[in-house]
């Protein structure tokens, strides 16, 4: 082992340790679920991006049981060289056919479907312009454009803020192509992107625009198809990410748009032409998976009723979540310290849930994000509702 490179490890270590920036899994001991195993204890889980409850679903279970029966467990290869069955294909159909797109095409994940797809459609003579509280994963795909990007140049705008937006717009004519990104929901507040004036800005200043609607789909829209089915705004987005590892419950993003930016991405996505196929067992449970959303209100309807039962307990309590619209609820508790103790003692409560503080988010904003998805019973909900304000008090009289 090179010692320059274990020094620097442990280091490097040591420093994420003394930040509070430390990161340790715990193991899940059963499947995904509202109240799970984990580390030897049961848990409420409010954490999951199960939504609707697919990723242990009967019938998503026996399309992948029969999949491995009918096809064996693997591709063998990426999608252009020999890797993609009609299973991947009938997959790709029914999802273009969903979200009322020409066409769509399915990457191994929603992070590979971004470092795809926006370098893909970006030169050096374009501009992307970004939301401050993209995701990670759009972060790094536009990184891997040669594009104008840098929030020091000015091409990141203020959170929704669409005067800055339109601001960024007039100054960035002088690019050949300008891109304008944005989540449909946002992973960490859960509020939902103003895409109506986003897409009447794009529109007015001759730009495209990128949705990702990873925690949008099957929360959102017709049966769950994202932000642009929520907001009609069908024809008007020029690209749409989804992800099929969240509400869909297995793995996989896909991007929706045109005929020829699908021909494109098959050309010129790297992750398509570089990493091997999904197993055909994931692409027949997601068909299962949509085929539910399509068929079957009651996921939803759930999912829904659940956000607003456990939006309204937390607000009966006097908790702040911080205006989410959607089932990501954030529950403020503001200083780092007082939200990482709060979740050790809601662990301790038998409640699963993050703290989420500086810098992922800005400082003296501090939250547990929680999750009900439509897994959830009353009794969790109010299980989870005592250990918050039990937990609530207890970090009160520590801070
Ligand atoms: C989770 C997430 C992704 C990544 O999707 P995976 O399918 O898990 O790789 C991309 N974008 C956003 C906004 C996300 O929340």
């Keep these: 082992m090179n010692p320059t490179l274990q020094n620097w490890l442990a280091d490097e270590i040591q420093g994420l340790k003394d930040q509070h920036l430390y990161k340790t899994p715990r193991i899940l001991e ?52 020999g890797g993609t069955m009609s299973v991947h294909q009938e997959l ?53 454009s040669p594009a104008a990007y840098r929030k020091s140049e000015g091409w990141v705008y203020g959170h929704k803020n669409m005067d800055e937006l339109e601001d960024c717009l007039q100054r960035a004519q002088g690019f050949k192509k300008r891109m304008i990104i944005t989540d449909g929901v946002f992973s960490m507040d859960g509020d939902i992107a103003p895409l109506p004036q986003i897409v009447e800005l794009a529109e007015k200043y001759d730009a495209f625009v990128m949705v990702d609607d990873a925690h949008a ?36 993003g896909y991007i929706a748009g045109s005929a020829s930016l699908k021909e494109w991405l098959i050309n010129r996505g790297r992750p398509y032409l570089f990493s091997t196929a999904h197993p055909p067992m994931v692409a027949a449970a997601l068909i299962a998976a949509l085929e539910i959303m399509e068929n079957d209100p009651e996921p939803m309807r759930k999912l829904w ?16 979540t911080m205006g989410s619209e959607t089932p990501i609820t954030p529950v403020v508790f503001g200083e780092e310290k007082a939200a990482q103790l709060a979740e050790k003692l809601l662990w301790e409560e038998g409640v699963y849930a993050l703290a989420i503080v ?17 897994t959830h019973t009353d009794q969790d909900l109010e299980d989870a509702l005592k250990a918050f304000i039990k937990v609530r008090d207890a970090v009160k009289a520590a801070v």
């Design 358 to 374: 500086y810098p992922t988010v800005g400082l003296g904003k501090a939250r547990i994000r929680t999750m009900p998805n439509a």
């Design 30 to 81: 059963s499947p995904a679920g509202g109240r799970v195993m984990m580390d030897g204890k049961s848990v409420i889980n409010l954490s999951s991006n199960n939504y609707l409850g697919l990723a242990n679903h009967p019938k998503v279970r026996e399309a992948a049981l029969e999949a491995v029966e009918k096809w064996g467990v693997g591709a063998g290869a990426v999608r252009w060289i």
């Design 217 to 252: 789909s099957g929360v959102l829209g017709k049966n769950g198809a994202g932000t642009a089915s929520h907001f009609d705004l069908y024809g008007r987005v020029d690209i749409q990410l989804g992800t099929l590892s969240k509400a869909l419950g297995v793995i996989g």
């Design 305 to 320: 009723d659940n956000a607003r039962k456990w939006k309204e307990m937390l607000h009966g309590a006097g908790f702040d």
């Design 92 to 144: 790709e159909e029914r999802l273009a056919k969903f979200k009322k797109t020409e066409a769509v095409l399915v990457f191994t994940g929603g992070f590979t479907a971004n470092s795809g797809c926006i370098p893909a459609v970006l030169t050096k003579e374009d501009v992307v312009i970004s939301d401050e509280l993209n995701h990670a994963s759009i972060i790094d795909g536009v990184r891997l």
